[in-house]
């Protein structure tokens, strides 16, 4: 909470946190005479991916460390007609350019500062003037963007891949985080269940699916998963493996979903990455000729499996079919 607001605008007293009208908890005035709450809402911020002579223009605060570049930003501002308006007065004032709306990249939340960003393509003419809060600029080819995982990031990666670039994937230190991750390649993910937040740092590595082996009713399972994915704009592929009992049939449809998701990045995920680093070894060993023992070595890394599970292997290994 913003120094602002430790004490009450309107009458002085000092603000107290807790349930307002039994919803979620805010800071507020005690009085109820006063009424006063401090809703916290995020503010809305234009962003600009401003194309200038073909190249992609990112700059420097004066406040960010050196090496720290990004896309023009500003708050948007009352007096802006609309935010598209807002984000062609932020690129007059801080480049000195005349520009054009091309297109809405999309609405991207920056929690850490509580922001909304609402991120445009700008296409840019007449000479670079910096604004007095920018100290330094560089136009960039668009293929060699290397975009970053936070809100403005986001917002250029989505912007290259319409425009048929591959986006390096991200460093991201979140989506180390989600229990049992495991790189296979530079295709494929596997892991245990995320949480609703880490699925925005699934989408942030540039994995383009999901696939979920872990059967709705499980405790483990989340909530409105298929909802929260494709909210992030992944694709999402449903197929739930009874823990007891997996099945031939449920395999065949796992490589079925990955010959159908060919070309793209897919993150697969169950309860504790287990179901899926069985069937992910099978997949790699029956249907791309991967030695045994190299991909006994990425299910080992995950577990042991259990009798039921090690049963189901050797069938599936011997050849049985659904």
């Excluded at 009713?217 to 493996?241: D, K, M, N, T």
Aim: net charge neutral; aromatic share 10%; glycine share 6%.
């Amino acid at each position: 909470m913003s120094a602002a607001y430790q004490f009450c605008p309107r009458c002085a007293k000092p603000l107290t946190h807790g349930a307002v009208d039994g919803g979620s908890a805010r800071w507020h005035c005690p009085d109820r005479a006063c009424g006063f709450v401090h809703w916290d809402n995020p503010v809305p911020v234009v962003a600009a991916i401003v194309e200038h002579e073909g190249e992609i223009v990112l700059a420097r605060n004066r406040a960010w460390p050196p090496k720290m570049f990004a896309l023009i930003t500003g708050f948007l501002e009352k007096d802006d007609p609309d935010p598209a308006q807002g984000v062609l007065r932020e690129v007059a004032e801080e480049l000195g350019l005349q520009g054009r709306v091309e297109e809405f990249v999309g609405h991207y939340p920056f929690p850490r500062m509580n922001q909304l960003i609402i991120a445009y393509h700008v296409v840019a003419q007449g000479a670079i003037t910096l604004g007095e809060e920018l100290v330094e600029y560089r136009k960039i080819p668009p293929e060699k963007l290397r975009p970053w995982p936070a809100a403005t990031g986001l917002a250029l990666r989505d912007w290259m891949v319409k425009r048929g670039l591959t986006p390096l994937p991200f460093e991201f230190e979140a989506l180390k985080a989600i229990p049992a991750f495991r790189e296979i390649d530079s295709k494929l993910g596997t892991a245990g269940q995320p949480s609703a937040e880490q699925f925005r740092a699934v989408r942030s590595a540039g994995y383009q699916t999901v696939i979920n082996l872990l059967p709705s009713e499980s405790r483990f399972a989340l909530q409105r998963e298929r909802h929260i994915v494709e909210a992030e704009g992944l694709r999402y592929v449903h197929i739930p493996v009874a823990w007891e009992r997996p099945q031939p049939e449920d395999f065949e449809a796992f490589c079925a979903a990955l010959a159908e998701e060919a070309g793209r990045r897919v993150f697969v995920h169950c309860a504790a990455n287990k179901r899926v680093s069985a069937f992910v070894f099978l997949y790699r060993v029956l249907k791309l000729g991967v030695p045994r023992a190299q991909a006994q070595a990425d299910l080992e890394a995950i577990w042991q499996p259990d009798t039921v599970w090690s049963r189901f292997i050797e069938r599936m290994l011997a050849g049985a079919g659904p």
